[in-house]
Structure formats: structure tokens, C-alpha cells
């Protein structure tokens, strides 16, 4: 059992209580991390006067051979050391004998796991944006190419009104934006160094925290050495964002799922994103878009663990704070996993305008524009709002949609009725003049996709962002 602590100790860990403490079955993940924090220090300290230059270089060398020869398969990280801190000090020393015993010099075990989590945290932060950001581009695509494509929109599960395609879509556009905003704020709340926080209270070397913070991309150190190792908000944080990513992600499945059901016949999905039934074959299973609404759980659960670990521990580090990664390492993993399986379904799949213009035009959804109608006529909106209320009662007795009343039908229930009520309820007309920005009118959509167009092709750099401390 590798350890680096066993000075103060004077019999050996029990084997039980060791396998229960290690953590090198999970944080082997960030073993770049630590390698990358391990040689921005050993630059430091060999800048610093506290490491020779030539001890310094002969570090970073080791360090950069060990990283080479893990990805390269040539070095296999074993369990049988602690956690992966002390698998890349253990092996240096191998390699290098004492000087490699020089490399921890300044550090605590403390500051160098809060160091790797948030440089790992940082990596999923950007690589999620960057799945986002396709999200959105295949997205954006169905909008401009659907502006006409007239659908209808619901509330309750039951049709409401008629919008089209492309503004249906535009509101999970809003979301998945939102999203990213969300995982830029958090970027410039972490991006702050812990290094140099020591176990909790600095240390009596002179180091330059600037520069080891400087030389792994943060804005600077942070400002407090407690907080520095106890730290673990912007994980929090960051699962917090993935939880309402899964759950935009989950809606849209939901939604998916119920259009590609024999009911709806809105869209079929690829057969590459679909599975049939062992026993039924006519079936085609929208498995992709279930799993997806499955696996937000997971997220959930994440959050859910690490609030509750964070809950009541008291300054400053602890070892509750360990259990930060297992299940935060499989909430990373599937929210980008969801992303990029429920994009590709997205990409491919085939949207039935046809279906979706008839579901439209035959579930009463004009009938709020038959209501406007009789009020620019000088109806109450109360008023109208009754006589259309008896008019689909009328409608659904005679099986018949509004539209496909005689003008003696209409004028039955209301005199106000003529003949220029059958343009003001048709499908496209009650699209057509929904011209207020963000309603689902063309020229209104057509303005809302040009901006979204510019923002995309902006290509928001997170490192731009305004740096607060």
C-alpha cells in the first residue's frame, strides 16, 4: 500500500479501513490535471529559488515522460496507491530518486485535489458548451428550414392554437441558450487558483501564486486559503446546470417520444437512434429519446449527494469532500453523452408537415381567432368568447371542424358572421398576422432566427467574459 503520510503512524493501515479511504479507482480520471498542476508549481518553484533550475527541469521533464507514457499505454496507474497524487509523486521519486522528493515541496494534498477537480470541472464546463453550441446549430437549421411548416402548439397536452415548427423548436433554442449562459457564468465564478492554499493556511515559502496561476489559464489565485481547499460551489454549481440541461433535454425527449407515437405521427426517427421489439415487429422504439429522459435522474442524484455531503462540514478541508467525484465524474460523462446522442437523433430525423397541418386544422385550434374575429366586429371579448364556446360544441356534435361550417351554420349561432370569417380562421392567417417579436408569424420568426444566427456565429469565447474576483 503506497502511501506518502506514514511518518506519524506506527503500524500499517488495516486493509479494509485503506481500500475504504483510497480513491485512486476514481481520480486516475484527472491524472492530467494533476500532471499539468504539478508542473505549473515545479516551474514556480524553480522560478522562485526554492528548486534549483536544473531540479526544476528535470521534474517537469519526468512529469511530462509519466503523463506520455500513461497515454501511451506504456504505464498502467495501479491500484495499489492512495489516490492518483500519489501514484505521480511515487513514480517520479522512482525515476528520479531525491530530487523527485522535492516536487510536493510548498504543497498540501489539500490544495493539489481542490487544484485538480477544478481543472477538470473547468474541461467539462467547456467541452458541454461546445455540445451545446452544435445543439443549437441543428436546431437553428430545423427553424429556418420550418417557418412555414404550420403545427399546433399545446397546453395541458391538449391543441391550443396553431404556431409552426420553427417556433416550437425556437423555445427549446431559448433554453439550451440559456444553458450555455449559465455554464459561462460559472467559468468566470471558478476560474480562480487554488494552488499555493497549502492544507488550509498558506505556507512559509515564498511562492508566486500569480504565476502558477497564470500558467494553467486561471485569472489569478484565490483570495483565501481556507475557502481555497474547501471550496467545492462551482461544482455545485456545475451540477446544478447539467441537472436543467437533462432536464430541457428530458422535455424535449417527452416530447419526441409522444410525436413519434402512432397517435401523433409527427416525426420518425432514424433508424440508427431507434430498436424494435423482440416480440412485436412492427415496432420501432424511440429508445435514444427514453433514455435520455431516464438518465436525468442520474444528474438529479448527483447534485442532490454533494449538496448533502457539503451541507455540514465545517472549515476546512474534510475527508466527506472526497465524495465529490465518483458520482459528479458519471453526472460529466452523461450529460455530455445525452447531449451529443439526443443531437445526432435530432439531426436525422423526418418531421411529417403533412400530419402535423392536419392535427392542426382539426382540433379547434383557431378557434381564440374566431373569438378576435367577432370582437373586431364589435363583439365583448366575453361575449365572444361564449358564442365560440357554443360553436365547438355545435362542431363536435356535428363532427365537423369550424371551417368546414356552412356560412348559414355560423350566422345561426351569430348573426356578426361573414363570409370573410373563413380567411380571418384559416391555418396560415392565424399564423401569418402573430407578428409580435417572438410569436410565431414569419416576418416575426424570420427576425428571431437572424439573431440567433448572429449569436451563434459570434462564437462566444468564455475567456473573454468580464473576470470577477
Known amino acids: 500500500m503506497a502511501q506518502l503520510w506514514g511518518g506519524r503512524f506506527t503500524k500499517e493501515t488495516d486493509k479494509l479501513v485503506y481500500n475504504f479511504n483510497a480513491s485512486i479507482g476514481f481520480d486516475q480520471k ?105 445543439l443549437l446549430e441543428t436546431i437553428l437549421k430545423i427553424m429556418e428550414e420550418n417557418v412555414d411548416t404550420i403545427m399546433p402548439g399545446f397546453t395541458h397536452l391538449q391543441k391550443a392554437q396553431p404556431i409552426t415548427l420553427a417556433h416550437h423548436m425556437g423555445a427549446y433554442f431559448e433554453m439550451f441558450k440559456r444553458d450555455r449562459s449559465r455554464l459561462h457564468d460559472i467559468y468566470v465564478r471558478m476560474n480562480y487558483c487554488p494552488l499555493g492554499s497549502g492544507a488550509l493556511a498558506g505556507t512559509t515559502y515564498p511562492l508566486d501564486r500569480e504565476l502558477t496561476a497564470e500558467l494553467m489559464g486561471f485569472y489569478g489565485p484565490t483570495l483565501n486559503s481556507m475557502d481555497g481547499v474547501s471550496d467545492r460551489d462551482y461544482l455545485i454549481e456545475f451540477l446544478s446546470a447539467a441537472s436543467t440541461i437533462m432536464m430541457h433535454l428530458s422535455r424535449f425527449s417527452e416530447e419526441v417520444i409522444i410525436w413519434n407515437s402512432n397517435e401523433y405521427q409527427f416525426v420518425e426517427i432514424d433508424d440508427a437512434y431507434s430498436t424494435g421489439s423482440s416480440i412485436m415487429p412492427q415496432k420501432k422504439n424511440p429508445d435514444i429519446a427514453e433514455l435520455v429522459r431516464g438518465k436525468t435522474g442520474r444528474v438529479y442524484g448527483a447534485l442532490m449527494s454533494l449538496l448533502t455531503t457539503m451541507k455540514g462540514i465545517p472549515l476546512a478541508y474534510n475527508k466527506d469532500m472526497q465524495e465529490d467525484k465518483e458520482l459528479s465524474f458519471d453526472a460529466m460523462d452523461t450529460v455530455k453523452g445525452c447531449i451529443a446522442l439526443f443531437n445526432g437523433m435530432l439531426a436525422t430525423m423526418k418531421f411529417n408537415k403533412e400530419r402535423m397541418y392536419a392535427s392542426a386544422n382539426g382540433g379547434f385550434t383557431n378557434a381564440t381567432d374566431a373569438a378576435d374575429y367577432l370582437v373586431n366586429h364589435g363583439v365583448p371579448f366575453r361575449d365572444a368568447h361564449g358564442i365560440i364556446g357554443q360553436l365547438v360544441l355545435y362542431c363536435i356534435d356535428q363532427k365537423k371542424a369550424i371551417d368546414e361550417l356552412s356560412l348559414e351554420e355560423l350566422k345561426a349561432i351569430s348573426p356578426v358572421f361573414e363570409a370573410d370569417i373563413y380567411d380571418a380562421i384559416s391555418m396560415e392567417t392565424c399564423v401569418s398576422k402573430r407578428l409580435t417579436i417572438g410569436a410565431p408569424g414569419q416576418e416575426a420568426m424570420k427576425k428571431v432566427i437572424e439573431e440567433e444566427r448572429a449569436y451563434l456565429n459570434e462564437d462566444w469565447d468564455i475567456d473573454d467574459e468580464y473576470k470577477i474576483r
Not at 31 to 43: F, L, R
Not at 89 to 94: G, H, K, N, Q
Open 30 to 134: 484527472f491524472y492530467k490535471q494533476d500532471i499539468e498542476g504539478s508542473i505549473a508549481h515545479v516551474i514556480m518553484l524553480g522560478r522562485q529559488g526554492i528548486l534549483t533550475k536544473e531540479e526544476s527541469n528535470q521534474i517537469v521533464d519526468c512529469l511530462c515522460s509519466i503523463r506520455a507514457d500513461v497515454e501511451n499505454g506504456v504505464l498502467e496507474i495501479s491500484d495499489e496507491y492512495e489516490d492518483i497524487h500519489s501514484f505521480v509523486e511515487a513514480t517520479l521519486i522512482d525515476r528520479l530518486g531525491d530530487v523527485g522528493k522535492k516536487l510536493h515541496t510548498g504543497r498540501s494534498r489539500n490544495d493539489q485535489v481542490a487544484l485538480d477537480m477544478r481543472l477538470y470541472t473547468r474541461l467539462q464546463v467547456l467541452e458541454t458548451d461546445d455540445l451545446l453550441k452544435e
